[in-house]
């Protein structure tokens, strides 16, 4: 067997791999261990001002430990050694370069490399002096604190700034309830307007937004009260320094996005200007097609407004479309934000109202019915108040409104009383049914007279009667009249039947209708002689009494 040299040196080469991987896998994990455990950068603050920001471990003290014994020193230092000057001294431990602050001995802190920021790109010595100005500052500050002249003038002006805070917040109160007041009393003065009349169902909004507006007034002189008093004593007046600068930032940033803004809100207020401009036009058009001054094919009175709504709405909706991109903030997290949860909203509340609004159309462009129509829905009977795009109002006989659907309108007949009564009223009637033995033409003559005689029905055209159907005991007759106010349909029918009682008594008829229960013993007819019976022979005067009152003539 021929021995393989490649056998011996395998264990030999993986053995080296493993050691080198294990080597490699160990400064990994021991670099990360170094960067997992150390400590968190700290600042020493001294009064309000920030010093320097310790990021790295010194001689075994933390930075947390570092900013704790800095303190303490700079805290035991005598007021007459606060004034001298601060000394830089480099030094150098450990292969790291750092520089000391000290004041005559006392040595207050040190700074090394390790404690400079990557990112800000400054030099040792520079770091250095800059946290001797800062400290040097706020040690004057203390000193400037001890003066008893000092504090009673920041005394004195912060007491004055007080009184003049408390009078501004006085007189904000004072105004805010005077305007209030007075816009009170406008609206009282003026209860017919129109304008005043929707400020006065929202006054309760008008008092939140006053209570807001003096709140925010408020605020705005508590902060500037806050910001002088504070930048009255030199301990305090980092504090006073950063309020005011805050305050001057947002102004700034605000100033500044205006005027960045103004271009594109400008356009936006253009598009916005001639989408209404074009609206104006389409609504001085539709003015003119409901004047009846301008005629349209398909276009009808009835549709006018429904037509004229539909078009408002897409001209806005195209108008604000265009003009949304050049809306300030348009593209923000807030706006997209409020897209969504509208949109969210219409979809979950889309349903029903789309099926509303789409009956609301049916009914208009079918001209089903129209504002003081005199309608009969079933169980409601009265004239159309209000076609509105979600309901249709009706006020009933009763005066009472009543409010219903319009899918529900669309779902079930529509029995409309005026649509075509034109110049001639709205159409009435009532039946009655008589025995075969009173003549068909005197049951005519006095349903007709009843109906001459009663208030509310037109004299013309001339009322007519139907014979609706010959049953197996009497026949069923039908009057028909003409009315001009549909509304008062109950009391002038009630009248109308109180008539016709007094004409069938006057000559005698019988209004109830038999039912035999034995065949009577001769026919039940009426003779010749008696077909003219009063008073349709007073009126036909002839053997052709009855053929004027055929309806086919008045119908």
């Known amino acids: 067997m021929i021995p393989n040299p490649f056998r011996r040196r395998l264990p030999a080469g993986f053995a080296l791999f493993w050691l080198v991987a294990s080597l490699f896998l160990a400064s990994l994990t021991a670099a990360a261990v170094a960067a997992e455990v150390r400590p968190p950068e700290s600042t020493l603050h001294y009064h309000f001002r920030p010093i320097v920001t310790f990021r790295a471990t010194f001689v075994g003290a933390s930075p947390e430990y570092r900013v704790r014994r800095a303190l303490a020193r700079i805290d035991a230092l005598p007021a007459a050694q606060m004034q001298q000057p601060i000394e830089l001294t480099p030094f150098s431990v450990e292969d790291r370069r750092g520089i000391s602050l000290h004041i005559g001995e006392a040595v207050l802190f040190g700074i090394v490399e390790g404690d400079l920021d990557p990112e800000e790109k400054i030099s040792l010595e520079a770091a250095a002096r800059r946290s001797a100005e800062e400290l040097g500052a706020a040690l004057l500050a203390v000193s400037e604190q001890r003066r008893p002249m000092v504090l009673v003038k920041g005394i004195g002006l912060s007491l004055a700034a007080t009184a003049i805070a408390l009078l501004l917040l006085w007189l904000i109160r004072r105004a805010t309830a005077f305007i209030v007041r007075h816009f009170e009393k406008v609206i009282d003065a003026h209860p017919e307007s129109s304008s005043f009349r929707w400020a006065r169902h929202g006054w309760a909004l008008v008092q939140r937004i006053a209570q807001l507006l003096m709140g925010f007034l408020w605020l705005s002189v508590a902060y500037l009260w806050l910001t002088f008093v504070l930048a009255r004593f030199p301990l305090t007046e980092p504090l006073g320094d950063r309020l005011t600068s805050f305050l001057f930032g947002l102004l700034e940033t605000i100033g500044v996005g205006f005027i960045e803004a103004v271009p594109s809100l400008t356009t936006a207020l253009v598009i916005l200007f001639l989408t209404k401009a074009f609206n104006d036009a389409l609504g001085n058009f539709f003015k003119a097609a409901r004047d009846g001054r301008v005629q349209v094919h398909g276009l009808h009175p009835e549709t006018v407004n429904a ?42 509340g889309s349903a029903g ?57 669309v779902g079930n007949p529509i029995k409309n009383y005026s649509r075509l009564a034109g110049a001639r009223g709205t159409l009435v009637s009532t039946k009655v049914t008589i025995g075969y033995d009173t003549p068909w033409r005197q049951v005519h003559a006095l349903l007709i007279a009843a109906a001459e005689q009663t208030p509310g029905l037109r004299a013309l055209p001339k009322p007519f009667v139907y014979q609706r159907g010959l049953a ?84």
């Not at 169980?379 to 409104?401: F, H, P, Y």
């Open 472 to 555: 197996d005991w009497y026949v069923e007759y039908e009057l028909f009249a003409h009315m001009d106010k549909p509304l008062e349909r109950v009391p002038v029918l009630s009248a109308l039947h109180a008539n016709i009682q007094d004409q069938f008594n006057t000559y005698g008829v019988q209004i109830m209708s038999p039912h035999f229960v034995v065949q009577p013993k001769d026919n039940v007819v009426v003779p010749r002689e008696s077909w003219h019976a009063a008073p349709a022979e007073a009126e036909a005067g002839g053997p052709t009494a009855g053929r004027s009152q055929q309806p086919g003539t008045t119908g």
């Open 353 to 409: 109202i789309v099926n509303q609004l789409m009956s609301g159309l049916v009914l208009v462009y079918s001209r089903a019915l129209s504002v003081g129509d005199f309608v009969d829905l079933g169980e409601t009977i009265g004239v159309v108040s209000e076609v509105g795009a979600l309901s249709t109002k009706i006020i009933n006989m009763r005066n009472e409104e009543v409010t219903i659907p319009n899918a529900v309108l």
């Open 307 to 348: 037509t004229h709504r539909i078009c408002t709405i897409i001209v806005w909706g195209l108008g604000i479309a265009v003009a949304y991109p050049f809306i300030p903030m348009s593209d923000s997290d807030a706006f997209k934000g409020l897209s969504v949860m509208f949109g969210f909203m219409l979809t979950l």
